[in-house]
């Protein structure tokens, strides 16, 4: 559905961010991109909708070649890419509604949406899309009176207004507490399995990634060194992508979650230590199960 | 690191220009410069003496202002006045916007930014008062070619600082914007106006004022307006008019300076 062919990025300071990237991503799948910081994972991302230009390669959104567009063409194609960011880039003097109503701006003409006056289709599209990421009743609130996470559901609704085939996430997590990560997440998880919707999320927080995404891209220097399922991730390939370091304790992580999806709740008996992260693996597997 | 003894105990901040020689070069040269300029500001003590008796005069004659004798004229000044700040800003500010709009780097493309940016720069290159000179020897005298000068002059105060406050808002909100497929026009109206519209609605009843003020100043080179009520007082040494006249603009500036203030503590 989505391929990304040879894309290279050098930057006018002549930085060379993406050194040849070649991946593609089925409807419907979720991917998590890590790699330590400065390995290009931002550029990849916004060279896939162009709001950064690749210097060389292609970027096919279901066969079409989103780098061969311009002005309307290249609109059409940014509208079916939903983008979600670490920083929630809500428009902060607008209210939730005119945020999550502003993923239609590639559908409506400029007098519509400068009225404020959207089709009654979307208006009700945009109030399902509220209840549905908890924020029923915070339409008429303005977006910088929210909270962080409530922000980044905003954000989420947006992106899905949009209709679009592939949601590109860049950190979505990396300003929120632990918590709100997690259910955050969980919603987008969830989310883009409601919908067949695929989703590439740029992720620092490797743990994270583990627990909800299964197939996971390591980038470093801007080159693609891991491409497979989370569940070969091993210390040795977590290495190859960031460096030297004890991962041990990370892919524990991943051994916990493996166990908590074998046994169940059995999981929280063993707790010692670390019993609340565990229990709490544990709470997100069944969740997760249940939805 | 082996040797303990060898860390330093004295610190001192490093100098701006590290060459002494040139720092104190600098130094001594601005000294000498504001000296000799001093000494070349003669000043006649003997004009000094005369004037302090006129400019006594003057002050005195705000205690007792006249409003009355030269109402008419006054009224019909004052009216001019407003009519001329009200309708040059309005103008002043639909021009500004899409200068100031084509003159911010990031949301402009760059020849449109350097003919945008030359607009302001030879708007803010003229003062009023030589504008208001070129507009009354084509337009003739009167208030119109004041309304053209209040409104050239407001391109470059307004576009100017329109065109800053642009480049300096949050690029993350444009990017949202531009990643929903977003056009232009779309993106100003969602991503750039709702981050600087209270700034534009500061400066425009900042500038508002500015023009009131100003249209007392250029009425003096004939571009109509209170300010040639005002010379005129001068010229026949009515001080008791002139100071009736400066105490309504100062009025007027004050009820200004109030409400734009109210209102922009609102917007925020």
Same mark, same amino acid.
């Given at each position: 559905m989505l391929k990304v062919e040879n894309v290279v990025k050098r930057y006018p300071?002549? &930085? +060379? !961010? #993406?050194?040849g990237v070649w991946l593609e991503v089925e409807q419907g799948q979720v991917v998590a991109l890590i790699g330590p910081? *400065? =390995? *290009?994972k931002s550029t990849l991302i916004r060279c896939i909708n162009r709001l950064v230009e690749p210097t060389r390669g292609r970027v096919l959104l279901g066969g079409e070649d989103v780098t061969a567009l311009h002005g309307a063409g290249l609109r059409r194609a940014r509208r079916r890419m939903g983008m979600i960011f670490q920083e929630f880039?809500?428009? %902060?003097? +607008?209210?939730v509604m005119e945020n999550v109503l502003s993923g239609q701006l590639g559908y409506v003409s400029f007098w519509r949406s400068a009225l404020r006056r959207f089709p009654a289709r979307v208006v009700a599209q945009a109030f399902a899309l509220l209840e549905r990421v908890? #924020?029923?009743?915070?339409? &008429?609130?303005?977006?910088? !009176? #929210?909270s962080g996470g409530q922000r980044q559901r905003v954000g989420i609704a947006r992106a899905l207004l949009q209709d679009p085939r592939i949601l590109l996430v860049d950190?979505?997590?990396?300003?929120?507490d632990p918590k709100t990560s997690r259910q955050i997440m969980r919603l987008m998880t969830e989310l883009c399995a409601e919908r067949r919707l695929a989703a590439i999320i740029n992720m620092h927080d490797v743990p994270l990634a583990l627990m909800f995404v299964p197939r996971i891209i390591g980038l470093r220097a801007g080159v693609v060194v891991y491409d497979g399922? !989370?569940?070969? +991730?091993?210390p040795e390939r977590l290495t190859e992508i960031y460096? %030297?370091? &004890?991962?041990t304790v990370t892919t524990r992580a991943k051994a916990r979650r493996a166990a908590a999806a074998d046994d169940g709740e059995g !999981? %929280?008996?063993?707790?010692? =230590? &670390?019993g609340a992260v565990r229990s709490s693996v544990a709470q997100d597997e069944a969740r997760m199960g249940g939805t | 690191m082996n040797a303990h003894a060898a860390t330093p105990r004295v610190w001192r901040k490093p100098p701006?220009?590290?060459d002494p020689r040139l720092r104190w070069a600098i130094c001594l040269g601005a000294l000498g410069y504001l000296v000799l300029s001093y000494a070349t500001v003669t000043v006649n003590w003997g004009r000094v003496l005369e004037g302090m008796g006129r400019g006594a005069e003057f002050v005195l004659a705000f205690f007792r @202002?006249?409003?009355?004798?030269r109402w008419g004229e006054i009224a019909e000044g004052f009216a001019e006045s407003l009519a001329m700040t009200g309708s040059s800003t309005v103008l002043g500010v639909m021009v500004s916007v899409p200068i100031g709009l084509g003159g911010a780097?990031?949301?402009?493309v760059l020849p449109v930014y350097l003919v945008c940016r030359g607009i302001i720069a030879l708007s803010r290159a003229f003062q009023e008062v030589i504008v208001a000179i070129l507009f009354v020897a084509m337009f003739?005298?009167? @208030?119109f070619a004041g309304m053209l000068t209040l409104a050239f002059a407001t391109i470059g105060f307004l576009a100017k600082l329109l065109a800053e406050d642009i480049e300096a808002i949050d690029p993350a909100q444009v990017e949202a914007i531009r990643a929903t497929g977003a056009t232009w026009l779309q993106l100003i109206n969602y991503g750039v106006e709702p981050q600087v519209a209270p700034r534009l609605v500061g400066l425009s009843l900042y500038r508002l004022d500015i023009n009131f003020r100003e249209s007392a100043v250029i009425g003096i080179v004939g571009?109509?307006?209170i300010g040639a009520t005002l010379n005129t007082a001068f010229d026949r040494y009515e001080f008791e008019t002139a100071a009736a006249i400066l105490l309504i603009i100062i009025a007027i500036v004050m009820l200004a300076e109030y409400t734009s203030g109210y209102i922009r503590r609102r917007l925020i």
């Open positions: 300071t002549g &930085d +060379l !961010a #993406l050194n910081s *400065g =390995a *290009g880039a809500l428009v %902060e003097r +607008l209210t908890g #924020l029923a009743g915070f339409e &008429d609130k303005r977006a910088d !009176a #929210l950190e979505p997590t990396a300003s929120l399922s !989370a569940d070969d +991730l091993t460096g %030297e370091e &004890d991962w !999981a %929280e008996d063993e707790g010692e =230590a &670390d | 701006f220009i590290a @202002p006249d409003f009355v004798s780097r990031n949301i402009s003739g005298f009167g @208030p571009a109509g307006g």
